[in-house]
C-alpha cells in the first residue's frame, strides 16, 4: 500500500515537471518551424498535464490519509473522521469569529473531527488570490495560511472575548503589530487593555462588551495565556460560552498528511499525537482558569 502510495506521488510529479517544460519545448520548435499553432497546442498539453498531476497527487494524499492518517486518529478518538481534501467546510463561522481571512481561492486539508463529547475539530487552511503589478505582471498573494482548531468547553462566559497573541516589530521608534487576522470585528469590538504591560504589550483583547473582557482576563488566565503563547507562538483565540477556537500562524501545525514522499512512513504520527494531546491539556487549562473568573463574577 504505502510503496504504491510513494509512486503515486513520484508519477504525479514527474507529470507536472513534464507539464512545465513542455510549452517551452515545443514554443521553441515552432518558432524554428514556423509552425505557430503548435504554441498553442503546447500551452493546452501543459494545461492537462499539470491538472492531471495535480488529480493523481491528491488521490494519493487522500488514500494515504484514510489508510494511514485515520486509523492513527481513531487510537487518540474512537469515532473521528477524517478528510484530506475537504470541499464541504462553511467557513463564514470562522471568519466571523476573527479566526481567518476569506479570499477569492480557498483550499481546506486535513480536517480531523473527533466525533466525541468535545467535538474537536482541526483543518488547515490556505486563502490567497492573484493580483498583477503596474507591469502586467501576476503574484500570488496569501491572505491567510494556518491552522484552525475547535474545542468544545465550558467557560461560563455570555458573550465572545478575542485574544490575538501577535508579533511585534520596531522600525526606529514606530511599534507595529504583525498580526496575521483582523483587529476589531463586529463581533468583538471593544478592545480591552489589561493594565499588564507584558501582556499588553504582546497581546490584542477584543471583546463583546467592556465588562466582559476584565472579568474574563485575571492574573491567573493571563497567566495561562502566556504560557500558550511561549508554546505556540503567534495565535488567535475566540473564547464563547462552549467553545474554544484557536487560529495558528502555520498550516498542518498538528495532524496532517506529509507534504513531500520522503516524509511518508509507515507511522510518522507519534510527534503530531503528542502536540495535540499537549494542545487539549493547554486549552482545558485555559478554560479552567477562564471558568473560575466567570464563577468569581457570579458569586461577586
Given at each position: 500500500?504505502?510503496?504504491?502510495?510513494?509512486?503515486?506521488?513520484?508519477?504525479?510529479?514527474?507529470?507536472?515537471?513534464?507539464?512545465?517544460?513542455?510549452?517551452?519545448?515545443?514554443?521553441?520548435?515552432?518558432?524554428?518551424?514556423?509552425?505557430?499553432?503548435?504554441?498553442?497546442?503546447?500551452?493546452?498539453?501543459?494545461?492537462?498535464?499539470?491538472?492531471?498531476?495535480?488529480?493523481?497527487?491528491?488521490?494519493?494524499?487522500?488514500?494515504?490519509?484514510?489508510?494511514?492518517?485515520?486509523?492513527?486518529?481513531?487510537?487518540?478518538?474512537?469515532?473521528?473522521?477524517?478528510?484530506?481534501?475537504?470541499?464541504?467546510?462553511?467557513?463564514?463561522?470562522?471568519?466571523?469569529?476573527?479566526?481567518?481571512?476569506?479570499?477569492?481561492?480557498?483550499?481546506?486539508?486535513?480536517?480531523?473531527?473527533?466525533?466525541?463529547?468535545?467535538?474537536?475539530?482541526?483543518?488547515?487552511?490556505?486563502?490567497?488570490?492573484?493580483?498583477?503589478?503596474?507591469?502586467?505582471?501576476?503574484?500570488?498573494?496569501?491572505?491567510?495560511?494556518?491552522?484552525?482548531?475547535?474545542?468544545?468547553?465550558?467557560?461560563?462566559?455570555?458573550?465572545?472575548?478575542?485574544?490575538?497573541?501577535?508579533?511585534?516589530?520596531?522600525?526606529?521608534?514606530?511599534?507595529?503589530?504583525?498580526?496575521?487576522?483582523?483587529?476589531?470585528?463586529?463581533?468583538?469590538?471593544?478592545?480591552?487593555?489589561?493594565?499588564?504591560?507584558?501582556?499588553?504589550?504582546?497581546?490584542?483583547?477584543?471583546?463583546?462588551?467592556?465588562?466582559?473582557?476584565?472579568?474574563?482576563l485575571n492574573a491567573y488566565v493571563i497567566e495561562k495565556l502566556q504560557a500558550f503563547r511561549?508554546?505556540?507562538?503567534?495565535?488567535?483565540?475566540?473564547?464563547?460560552?462552549?467553545?474554544?477556537?484557536?487560529?495558528?500562524?502555520?498550516?498542518?501545525?498538528?495532524?496532517?498528511?506529509?507534504?513531500?514522499?520522503?516524509?511518508?512512513?509507515?507511522?510518522?504520527?507519534?510527534?503530531?499525537?503528542?502536540?495535540?494531546?499537549?494542545?487539549?491539556?493547554?486549552?482545558?487549562?485555559?478554560?479552567?482558569?477562564?471558568?473560575?473568573?466567570?464563577?468569581?463574577?457570579?458569586?461577586?
Amino acid at each position: 500500500m504505502l510503496g504504491a502510495i510513494k509512486g503515486k506521488l513520484a508519477f504525479a510529479k514527474f507529470i507536472r515537471i513534464i507539464g512545465v517544460i513542455e510549452p517551452f519545448a515545443v514554443g521553441v520548435y515552432a518558432l524554428i518551424s514556423h509552425e505557430f499553432f503548435l504554441i498553442i497546442l503546447g500551452i493546452a498539453v501543459s494545461i492537462f498535464l499539470l491538472l492531471w498531476g495535480l488529480h493523481i497527487r491528491n488521490s494519493a494524499m487522500n488514500q494515504y490519509g484514510k489508510a494511514y492518517v485515520l486509523p492513527m486518529a481513531r487510537q487518540m478518538f474512537p469515532g473521528a473522521e477524517f478528510t484530506y481534501i475537504e470541499k464541504h467546510l462553511d467557513l463564514d463561522r470562522f471568519h466571523n469569529l476573527g479566526l481567518i481571512t476569506r479570499d477569492k481561492y480557498e483550499k481546506v486539508t486535513n480536517h480531523l473531527v473527533s466525533n466525541d463529547e468535545h467535538e474537536l475539530e482541526n483543518f488547515s487552511l490556505l486563502c490567497e488570490h492573484t493580483e498583477s503589478d503596474s507591469d502586467g505582471d501576476s503574484r500570488t498573494v496569501t491572505t491567510y495560511s494556518g491552522t484552525v482548531v475547535i474545542y468544545k468547553t465550558p467557560t461560563g462566559i455570555q458573550g465572545v472575548v478575542r485574544v490575538i497573541a501577535s508579533g511585534q516589530f520596531k522600525l526606529l521608534f514606530i511599534k507595529k503589530e504583525t498580526t496575521f487576522v483582523r483587529g476589531k470585528s463586529p463581533i468583538a469590538p471593544w478592545k480591552i487593555e489589561t493594565g499588564s504591560v507584558a501582556f499588553d504589550d504582546n497581546f490584542e483583547v477584543y471583546a463583546s462588551d467592556q465588562h466582559l473582557g476584565y472579568y474574563v482576563l485575571n492574573a491567573y488566565v493571563i497567566e495561562k495565556l502566556q504560557a500558550f503563547r511561549a508554546k505556540y507562538g503567534t495565535f488567535a483565540l475566540t473564547i464563547t460560552s462552549d467553545y474554544l477556537y484557536v487560529s495558528f500562524n502555520h498550516i498542518d501545525k498538528f495532524i496532517s498528511v506529509p507534504e513531500t514522499i520522503s516524509s511518508i512512513g509507515e507511522n510518522p504520527f507519534e510527534d503530531a499525537k503528542r502536540d495535540l494531546n499537549e494542545l487539549i491539556e493547554s486549552l482545558n487549562d485555559i478554560s479552567f482558569a477562564i471558568s473560575k473568573s466567570t464563577q468569581r463574577e457570579k458569586i461577586i
